[in-house]
Protein backbone atom coordinates (compact mmCIF):
# COMPACT_ATOMS: atom_id res chain seq x y z
CA UNK A 1 0.00 0.00 0.00
CA UNK A 2 1.60 3.16 -1.07
CA UNK A 3 -0.21 5.92 1.19
CA UNK A 4 -2.17 7.51 -1.81
CA UNK A 5 -5.80 7.57 -1.88
CA UNK A 6 -7.77 7.84 -5.66
CA UNK A 7 -11.41 8.38 -5.45
CA UNK A 8 -13.76 7.21 -7.57
CA UNK A 9 -11.96 3.94 -8.84
CA UNK A 10 -13.88 3.88 -12.05
CA UNK A 11 -15.74 7.00 -13.61
CA UNK A 12 -18.08 6.15 -16.68
CA UNK A 13 -19.59 9.44 -18.11
CA UNK A 14 -20.37 11.23 -21.18
CA UNK A 15 -19.07 13.27 -23.56
CA UNK A 16 -19.48 17.10 -22.42
CA UNK A 17 -19.74 16.29 -18.90
CA UNK A 18 -17.58 17.45 -16.10
CA UNK A 19 -16.01 15.47 -13.84
CA UNK A 20 -13.98 15.71 -10.58
CA UNK A 21 -10.71 12.98 -9.64
CA UNK A 22 -10.02 13.27 -5.94
CA UNK A 23 -6.52 12.21 -4.49
CA UNK A 24 -5.26 12.45 -1.25
CA UNK A 25 -1.07 12.22 -0.68
CA UNK A 26 0.89 9.97 1.69
CA UNK A 27 0.86 11.43 5.35
CA UNK A 28 3.87 13.85 5.59
CA UNK A 29 4.06 14.14 1.31
CA UNK A 30 3.79 17.68 0.44
CA UNK A 31 4.02 17.62 -3.33
CA UNK A 32 1.34 15.91 -5.29
CA UNK A 33 1.81 15.31 -9.35
CA UNK A 34 -1.10 14.29 -11.95
CA UNK A 35 -0.53 11.91 -14.33
CA UNK A 36 -2.54 10.19 -17.60
CA UNK A 37 -1.73 6.96 -19.09
CA UNK A 38 -3.14 6.03 -21.86
CA UNK A 39 -4.10 2.77 -23.72
CA UNK A 40 -0.96 2.39 -25.30
CA UNK A 41 0.80 2.66 -22.01
CA UNK A 42 2.19 6.13 -21.98
CA UNK A 43 2.74 7.93 -19.07
CA UNK A 44 1.72 12.04 -19.64
CA UNK A 45 2.41 14.30 -16.86
CA UNK A 46 -0.57 16.66 -16.42
CA UNK A 47 0.89 19.20 -13.12
CA UNK A 48 2.69 19.46 -9.58
CA UNK A 49 1.65 20.88 -6.49
CA UNK A 50 3.97 21.52 -3.92
CA UNK A 51 2.31 22.65 -0.51
CA UNK A 52 -0.29 24.13 -2.23
CA UNK A 53 1.40 25.73 -4.96
CA UNK A 54 1.88 25.42 -8.53
CA UNK A 55 4.88 24.30 -9.27
CA UNK A 56 5.27 22.57 -13.02
CA UNK A 57 2.95 22.39 -15.96
CA UNK A 58 2.81 19.12 -18.50
CA UNK A 59 0.68 18.72 -21.06
CA UNK A 60 -2.02 19.57 -19.83
CA UNK A 61 -5.10 20.68 -21.65
CA UNK A 62 -6.65 23.94 -21.08
CA UNK A 63 -10.39 22.18 -20.38
CA UNK A 64 -8.08 20.34 -17.28
CA UNK A 65 -7.02 22.11 -13.85
CA UNK A 66 -6.27 21.20 -10.72
CA UNK A 67 -5.68 22.47 -7.15
CA UNK A 68 -4.02 21.50 -3.80
CA UNK A 69 -5.83 22.32 -0.78
CA UNK A 70 -5.01 23.36 2.93
CA UNK A 71 -4.84 19.75 3.69
CA UNK A 72 -2.37 18.88 0.76
CA UNK A 73 -5.44 16.50 -0.73
CA UNK A 74 -5.71 17.38 -4.49
CA UNK A 75 -8.19 17.39 -7.06
CA UNK A 76 -8.10 17.36 -10.73
CA UNK A 77 -11.33 18.79 -12.45
CA UNK A 78 -11.76 17.60 -16.33
CA UNK A 79 -14.19 19.34 -18.20
CA UNK A 80 -15.93 19.36 -21.88
CA UNK A 81 -14.81 15.79 -22.01
CA UNK A 82 -14.14 13.88 -25.03
CA UNK A 83 -13.96 10.24 -26.18
CA UNK A 84 -10.28 10.42 -26.43
CA UNK A 85 -10.21 11.84 -22.37
CA UNK A 86 -10.57 8.03 -21.49
CA UNK A 87 -7.45 6.66 -19.92
CA UNK A 88 -6.10 6.03 -16.32
CA UNK A 89 -5.53 9.15 -14.04
CA UNK A 90 -2.92 8.87 -11.39
CA UNK A 91 -1.62 10.78 -8.64
CA UNK A 92 1.51 10.65 -7.22
CA UNK A 93 2.95 12.03 -3.87
CA UNK A 94 6.40 12.66 -2.66
CA UNK A 95 7.92 14.85 0.24
CA UNK A 96 9.83 16.84 -1.82
CA UNK A 97 9.68 18.48 -5.17
CA UNK A 98 9.99 15.97 -8.15
CA UNK A 99 13.33 13.84 -7.82
CA UNK A 100 14.89 16.58 -5.73
CA UNK A 101 17.14 14.67 -2.63
CA UNK A 102 16.22 11.51 -4.60
CA UNK A 103 12.69 11.31 -3.19
CA UNK A 104 10.75 8.60 -4.87
CA UNK A 105 7.27 9.36 -5.94
CA UNK A 106 4.09 7.02 -4.13
CA UNK A 107 1.32 6.57 -6.52
CA UNK A 108 -2.03 5.76 -6.13
CA UNK A 109 -4.08 3.14 -7.46
CA UNK A 110 -5.60 5.38 -10.57
CA UNK A 111 -9.27 6.14 -11.39
CA UNK A 112 -10.15 4.93 -14.63
CA UNK A 113 -11.99 7.43 -16.66
CA UNK A 114 -14.41 6.24 -19.63
CA UNK A 115 -15.72 8.73 -21.62
CA UNK A 116 -18.86 7.46 -23.41
CA UNK B 1 16.07 18.36 -26.27
CA UNK B 2 16.05 16.34 -22.39
CA UNK B 3 14.82 12.87 -23.11
CA UNK B 4 14.60 9.60 -21.51
CA UNK B 5 14.72 6.53 -23.97
CA UNK B 6 13.32 2.55 -23.59
CA UNK B 7 14.54 1.75 -26.54
CA UNK B 8 12.76 -1.66 -26.14
CA UNK B 9 8.78 -1.50 -26.06
CA UNK B 10 8.54 -5.45 -25.09
CA UNK B 11 11.06 -7.63 -23.65
CA UNK B 12 10.64 -11.29 -23.41
CA UNK B 13 12.69 -13.57 -20.99
CA UNK B 14 12.54 -17.26 -20.25
CA UNK B 15 12.00 -17.82 -16.59
CA UNK B 16 15.60 -18.14 -14.62
CA UNK B 17 17.04 -16.51 -17.47
CA UNK B 18 19.13 -13.08 -16.57
CA UNK B 19 16.91 -10.12 -17.83
CA UNK B 20 17.68 -6.19 -18.53
CA UNK B 21 15.94 -3.68 -18.89
CA UNK B 22 17.56 -1.10 -20.84
CA UNK B 23 16.93 2.96 -20.58
CA UNK B 24 19.57 5.36 -21.58
CA UNK B 25 18.73 9.49 -21.32
CA UNK B 26 20.39 13.05 -22.62
CA UNK B 27 20.04 15.12 -19.77
CA UNK B 28 22.09 17.75 -18.99
CA UNK B 29 23.87 17.41 -15.51
CA UNK B 30 24.12 14.77 -12.91
CA UNK B 31 20.66 13.50 -12.88
CA UNK B 32 19.04 11.31 -10.15
CA UNK B 33 17.92 7.97 -11.93
CA UNK B 34 14.18 5.78 -11.27
CA UNK B 35 13.44 2.94 -12.33
CA UNK B 36 9.52 1.97 -11.40
CA UNK B 37 7.43 -0.83 -11.97
CA UNK B 38 3.69 -1.05 -13.01
CA UNK B 39 1.79 -4.23 -12.03
CA UNK B 40 -1.54 -4.63 -14.23
CA UNK B 41 -4.52 -2.16 -12.82
CA UNK B 42 -2.06 -0.65 -10.72
CA UNK B 43 -0.05 2.44 -9.69
CA UNK B 44 3.71 2.59 -10.63
CA UNK B 45 5.78 1.58 -7.31
CA UNK B 46 9.39 2.93 -6.74
CA UNK B 47 11.80 0.09 -7.48
CA UNK B 48 15.35 1.79 -7.03
CA UNK B 49 17.52 4.99 -7.40
CA UNK B 50 20.88 6.07 -8.59
CA UNK B 51 21.76 8.83 -6.97
CA UNK B 52 25.48 9.51 -6.55
CA UNK B 53 28.34 6.84 -5.62
CA UNK B 54 28.44 2.92 -6.63
CA UNK B 55 27.26 2.67 -10.09
CA UNK B 56 25.70 -0.88 -9.24
CA UNK B 57 22.38 0.28 -7.31
CA UNK B 58 20.08 -2.80 -5.85
CA UNK B 59 16.36 -2.36 -5.08
CA UNK B 60 12.97 -4.16 -4.26
CA UNK B 61 12.39 -7.31 -5.48
CA UNK B 62 16.01 -8.75 -5.93
CA UNK B 63 16.33 -6.06 -8.69
CA UNK B 64 19.89 -3.98 -9.36
CA UNK B 65 20.96 -1.41 -12.08
CA UNK B 66 23.69 -0.20 -13.40
CA UNK B 67 24.28 3.57 -14.06
CA UNK B 68 26.87 4.27 -16.68
CA UNK B 69 27.77 7.93 -17.26
CA UNK B 70 30.09 7.35 -20.34
CA UNK B 71 27.43 5.72 -22.40
CA UNK B 72 24.39 7.91 -20.37
CA UNK B 73 22.75 4.70 -19.61
CA UNK B 74 20.62 3.09 -16.75
CA UNK B 75 20.25 -0.83 -17.17
CA UNK B 76 17.49 -2.58 -15.37
CA UNK B 77 18.99 -6.08 -14.50
CA UNK B 78 18.12 -9.46 -12.67
CA UNK B 79 20.21 -11.99 -12.29
CA UNK B 80 17.20 -14.57 -12.93
CA UNK B 81 13.70 -13.78 -13.69
CA UNK B 82 10.37 -15.20 -12.00
CA UNK B 83 7.19 -14.74 -13.94
CA UNK B 84 5.87 -12.42 -11.30
CA UNK B 85 8.16 -10.28 -12.28
CA UNK B 86 6.20 -9.75 -15.65
CA UNK B 87 5.13 -6.30 -15.66
CA UNK B 88 5.53 -2.53 -16.97
CA UNK B 89 8.82 -1.36 -16.06
CA UNK B 90 9.67 2.27 -16.51
CA UNK B 91 12.41 4.65 -16.06
CA UNK B 92 12.82 8.37 -15.07
CA UNK B 93 15.50 10.79 -14.55
CA UNK B 94 15.48 13.85 -12.64
CA UNK B 95 16.36 17.06 -14.09
CA UNK B 96 18.62 18.99 -12.35
CA UNK B 97 16.53 22.39 -12.33
CA UNK B 98 15.20 24.15 -9.38
CA UNK B 99 12.20 21.75 -9.14
CA UNK B 100 14.04 18.24 -9.94
CA UNK B 101 10.89 17.89 -12.42
CA UNK B 102 11.08 13.78 -13.69
CA UNK B 103 11.02 13.13 -17.40
CA UNK B 104 9.86 9.33 -18.10
CA UNK B 105 10.21 7.07 -20.35
CA UNK B 106 7.77 5.29 -23.14
CA UNK B 107 8.16 2.22 -20.61
CA UNK B 108 8.72 -1.24 -21.55
CA UNK B 109 6.93 -4.23 -21.19
CA UNK B 110 8.29 -7.29 -19.40
CA UNK B 111 7.26 -10.78 -20.05
CA UNK B 112 8.92 -13.52 -18.19
CA UNK B 113 7.99 -17.08 -19.50
CA UNK B 114 7.62 -20.07 -17.77
Known amino acids: DSGVTQTPKHLITATGQRVTLRCSPRSGDLSVYWYQQSLDQGLQFLIQYYNGEERAKGNILERFSAQQFPDLHSELNLSSLELGDSALYFC???????????????FGNGTRLTVT | AQSVAQPEDQVNVAEGNPLTVKCTYS??????LFWYVQYPNRGLQFLLKYITGDNLVKGSYGFEAEFNKSQTSFHLKKPSALVSDSALYFC????????????WGAGTKLIIKP
Open chain 2, 27 to 32: VSGNPY
Open chain 2, 92 to 103: AVSLMDSNYQLI
Open chain 1, 92 to 106: ASSVASGGKLGSPLH
